[in-house]
């Protein structure tokens, strides 16, 4: 069984920062790609930021040089750093991994963290 899970969410003033961390456990052999997602009140979930295994990201243009994602493949962790944090980011962020359990396993498996609530408001 695999376990993603997240913790760093809060609450936040306008233009302050916070990092949100996801640390997948359980039987694990290879790590794709990962992700944040955030989902708003009343709002369709949507892709924040994507990091291959072998680091190439991409962001959601509403994020593009605020946040940044990152991820240690020893440690099975992805963090993003968020900076400027606008009360328009108010959602509760979940992370993604494909992951493939077993080396014979014949395919990879999408897992989602609990989510974590970040709050940005004065």
């Known amino acids: 069984q695999v376990q993603l899970l997240e913790s760093g969410g809060g609450l936040v003033q306008p233009g302050g920062s916070l990092r949100l961390s996801c640390a997948a456990s359980?039987?694990?052999?290879?790590?794709?790609?990962m992700d944040w997602y955030r989902q708003a009140p009343g709002k369709e979930r949507e892709l924040v930021a994507r990091?291959?295994?072998?680091?190439?990201?991409n962001y959601a243009d509403s994020v593009k040089g605020r946040f940044t994602i990152s991820r240690d493949n020893a440690k099975s962790t992805v963090w993003l750093h968020m900076n400027s944090l606008k009360p328009e980011d108010t959602a509760v962020y979940y992370c993604?991994?494909?992951?493939?359990?077993?080396?014979?396993?014949?395919?990879?498996?999408?897992?989602w963290g609990q989510g974590t609530q970040v709050t940005v408001s004065s």
């Open positions: 359980g039987s694990i052999f290879s790590i794709n790609g």
């Open positions: 993604h991994a494909v992951i493939r359990s077993h080396w014979y396993s014949p395919h990879d498996y999408d897992y």
């Open positions: 990091i291959s295994r072998g680091g190439t990201t």
